[in-house]
């Protein structure tokens, strides 16, 4: 006997198929919850968080300078810090992975669109494994290969 369109039986074969197939949905992205984890917490970010704050005080104007940009950062009060999540506020001009000195592009941003679609404005200066972390102006971080990073910073020394 084959199952009519309206058999109850059908009905709840179907939504149980959907259940679990949302399941299987829901958890495949645990690998990509990890990464985005890493990047929300990245040191990266926060720099990039700052960088947002200096252009929203600044009328949208860049840093035209390290000494500029690392000025306003420390005159940051401790409560905007801590919204960002920032301890050290010199911590956050270092690499986590690598231990160096993010290398921060001032002036206007050029480039392709980098992460969520706008020039890359700060990156790892060797990364991990082959990857850097880039952040662009609108605050998007994205870990990238070589290959990726120099379509993103052409002019970044390899």
Wanted: proline share 8%; charged share 25%.
């Amino acid at each position: 006997m084959v199952p009519s369109a309206t058999s109850p039986n059908l009905f709840l074969r179907l939504t149980a198929l959907c259940v679990v197939g949302t399941a299987c949905l829901a958890t495949s992205g645990c690998g990509s919850h990890k990464e985005s984890l890493a990047r929300a917490t990245s040191g990266l970010k926060k720099l990039a968080l700052v960088y947002g704050r200096f252009l929203s005080q600044s009328r949208g104007q860049p840093p035209a300078s390290e000494a500029e940009f690392k000025k306003f950062a420390q005159s940051l009060r401790p409560a905007d810090l801590k919204a960002f999540g920032i301890d050290d506020i010199e911590q956050v001009f270092i690499s986590e992975r690598d231990e160096k000195p993010y290398v921060v592009i001032y002036g206007k941003p050029q480039g392709p669109p980098g992460p969520g679609g706008s020039p890359v404005i700060a990156y790892e200066q060797e990364g991990k494994a082959g990857k850097r972390w880039v952040a662009s102006v609108v605050g998007a971080v994205e870990e990238v290969d070589e290959a990726r990073f120099q379509q993103l910073v052409p002019t970044a020394k390899k």
